[in-house]
Each structure stands twice: as C-alpha cells, then as structure tokens.
C-alpha cells in the first residue's frame, strides 16, 4: 500500500521561501511520477506542478519560475521548492502519485504580507 507523507510547511513572510517534502513509502519510487496540489479554503485542488519517472516537469503557470519539483530516489522522497512565496499562496499543499488516486494528508502553508 502505498503512503505519502508530506512535511515542511509553516508560516513565512511573504518573499521568503519554504521546501516541501513528501516521504512516499510501499511504492516503487523509481517507477512512479509524482505530482504537487494546493487547496485554497474554499476552493478547488489545483495542480501545481509534476514530476515523471524520468524527471520530466511540468508547472502550472502560477508557480512557473518560483517553484521548482524535485524528486530523490535514495531517500524516497519528492520535493517541492517555493520561492518568492506570496499571500496568494497560502494554501494546504497535497503530494499526489500523478497517475493513481493516492493522496497524502497535506501541509499548510501560511504566507503572511
């Protein structure tokens, strides 16, 4: 069975910068691509950006340039970097496996102006 676990976020100003984590066990991580979501209260899950087998990436353009997926196959472990964070970005952001419905509990990320 597969689990994700994501860590990292918190409160920071706006401008500063946070690294996600998601730790994804019972998976063969070489294998899988990954995806990052946020949720605004409110709203929509929204994607952000993912990351294939080969480390191909793609990012929504809201975060394009100032967020950047990363993965690490010997820590089985998918990264998101946020930079330049805003306001707008508050959010509780969500790991994905991209091709199945496998979600993890998700960090809040608070960005205060």
């Known amino acids: 069975q597969v689990q994700l676990v994501e860590s990292g976020g918190g409160l920071v100003q706006a401008g500063g910068s946070l690294r996600l984590s998601c730790l994804v066990s019972g998976s063969t991580f070489e294998s899988d691509g990954f995806a990052w979501y946020r949720q605004v209260l409110g709203k929509q899950r929204a994607l952000l950006a993912t990351i294939n087998s080969s480390g191909t990436t793609t990012y929504a353009d809201s975060v394009k340039a100032r967020f950047t997926i990363s993965r690490d196959s010997a820590k089985n472990t998918v990264y998101l970097q946020m930079n330049s964070l805003k306001p707008e970005d508050t959010a509780v952001y969500y790991c994905?496996?991209?091709?199945?419905?496998?979600w993890g509990q998700g960090t809040l990320v608070t960005v205060s102006s």
């Open positions: 994905k496996l991209q091709y199945r419905d496998v």
